[in-house]
């Protein structure tokens, strides 16, 4: 048999689960422990499929509206957060409902509400349909938030006339492209607000960097995430901002696609923050097949995020100890 050619496999970290992501995996799995099987999910908990059908597996259900859900089982909310009328919903219909909405998008909603409160127009920068945009725009009434998702929407929407403006953006979007966006906003509304620290989310920002770190190196580069991933999608593009000729988004490693590759010698890889490193382990494996691998950590921060859980599976952990 002819040896395998030899490739190094450049590790970026920090990648995959962030404490946001970790703390919804906890609440689902904690709350069929408490409240036993079946728990319902309103939404994927996170962006992937793998963790989905684990969850699944222990006998969560997933729904896409509540009213798919009885009234007399536990509901949980997907990490992305939910509008307003959702857990409103919930109360209405008497339901035992967990948030696991990330702490970090909690802290956008909040923005977003204090400054309707204090008069000002909102702005939102992020990607129309994403879960978490519909979520924060609907912490306030309709009308109140405008989308922002290019440099020419900031230089061509229209704005309450007299009103203040402050922005607030996505957790999980490109640091470049907000930037560029944000700039646009200010050369328009030198006036507008700022939040008061960054809305991209450490985890978002911390994956970026790494990737951009290593970009450079590589004959191509691979994500492991889901296609509707938003934080995943952002690491392929800031790969091919980055100087690596070719980045691709996989699921798993039944999913690479040997041809687009080209050839190798070093190969980037990462995961999106909702993607588990089971499977960016199943990816070095397939590689193992076909080459000698090295591999080569390159950890350029350390994270140590934890977000506490809700008081109810706290108070249900003390309880039955
Ligand atoms: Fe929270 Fe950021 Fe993770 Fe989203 S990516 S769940 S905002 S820590």
């Given at each position: 048999?002819?040896?395998?050619?030899?490739?190094?496999?450049?590790?970026?970290?920090?990648?995959?689960?962030?404490?946001?992501?970790?703390?919804?995996?906890?609440?689902?799995?904690?709350?069929?422990?408490?409240?036993?099987?079946?728990?319902?999910?309103?939404?994927?908990?996170?962006?992937?499929?793998?963790?989905?059908?684990?969850?699944?597996?222990?006998?969560?259900?997933?729904?896409?509206?509540?009213?798919?859900?009885?009234?007399?089982?536990?509901?949980?909310?997907?990490?992305?957060?939910?509008?307003?009328?959702?857990?409103?919903?919930?109360?209405?219909?008497?339901?035992?409902?967990?948030?696991?909405?990330?702490?970090?998008?909690?802290?956008?909603?909040?923005?977003?509400?204090?400054?309707?409160?204090?008069?000002?127009?909102?702005?939102?920068?992020?990607?129309?349909?994403?879960?978490?945009?519909?979520?924060?725009?609907?912490?306030?009434?309709?009308?109140?938030?405008?989308?922002?998702?290019?440099?020419?929407?900031?230089?061509?929407?229209?704005?309450?006339?007299?009103?203040?403006?402050?922005?607030?953006?996505?957790?999980?979007?490109?640091?470049?492209?907000?930037?560029?966006?944000?700039?646009?906003?200010?050369?328009?509304?030198?006036?507008?607000?700022?939040?008061?620290?960054?809305?991209?989310?450490?985890?978002?920002?911390?994956?970026?960097?790494?990737?951009?770190?290593?970009?450079?190196?590589?004959?191509?580069?691979?994500?492991?995430?889901?296609?509707?991933?938003?934080?995943?999608?952002?690491?392929?593009?800031?790969?091919?901002?980055?100087?690596?000729?070719?980045?691709?988004?996989?699921?798993?490693?039944?999913?690479?696609?040997?041809?687009?590759?080209?050839?190798?010698?070093?190969?980037?890889?990462?995961?999106?923050?909702?993607?588990?490193?089971?499977?960016?382990?199943?990816?070095?494996a397939a590689f193992r097949e076909h080459y000698?691998?090295?591999?080569?950590?390159?950890?350029?921060?350390?994270?140590?995020?934890?977000?506490?859980?809700?008081?109810?599976?706290?108070?249900?952990?003390?309880?039955?100890?």
């Open positions: 048999m002819a040896a395998k050619p030899p490739l190094t496999i450049l590790l970026a970290g920090p990648r995959g689960f962030c404490a946001g992501v970790d703390r919804a995996i906890e609440i689902v799995e904690r709350a069929l422990q408490v409240y036993g099987a079946p728990v319902y999910v309103r939404h994927e908990i996170v962006h992937n499929r793998f963790v989905v059908e684990s969850l699944e597996a222990k006998g969560a259900v997933f729904v896409k509206e509540l009213d798919e859900a009885p009234v007399d089982k536990p509901v949980v909310f997907s990490a992305h957060g939910v509008p307003k009328s959702v857990p409103a919903e919930a109360e209405r219909r008497r339901m035992i409902y967990l948030d696991a909405t990330c702490p970090l998008v909690s802290k956008v909603h909040h923005e977003a509400a204090r400054h309707h409160k204090e008069g000002f127009h909102v702005l939102l920068i992020g990607h129309e349909g994403h879960p978490e945009v519909i979520g924060t725009m609907g912490q306030l009434p309709e009308g109140a938030i405008t989308l922002v998702e290019t440099v020419a929407d900031a230089q061509t929407l229209d704005v309450p006339a007299g009103k203040p403006l402050a922005f607030v953006t996505q957790t999980t979007l490109s640091l470049d492209d907000t930037a560029e966006i944000v700039a646009a906003l200010r050369a328009r509304f030198p006036e507008i607000e700022a939040p008061r620290k960054e809305d991209i989310c450490y985890a978002t920002t911390n994956r970026q960097q790494a990737v951009k770190a290593l970009a450079g190196e590589c004959d191509a580069l691979l994500v492991v995430g889901a296609p509707n991933s938003s934080n995943s999608k952002r690491l392929v593009e800031v790969a091919e901002k980055a100087g690596c000729p070719r980045a691709f988004l996989v699921q798993r490693g039944a999913d690479i696609d040997w041809d687009a590759l080209g050839p190798l010698r070093t190969l980037g890889l990462t995961a999106g923050a909702s993607a588990p490193e089971v499977l960016v382990e199943e990816v070095i000698e691998v090295t591999l080569e950590a390159r950890d350029l921060t350390q994270e140590d995020v934890h977000f506490k859980l809700p008081r109810v599976l706290l108070d249900a952990a003390e309880a039955g100890e």
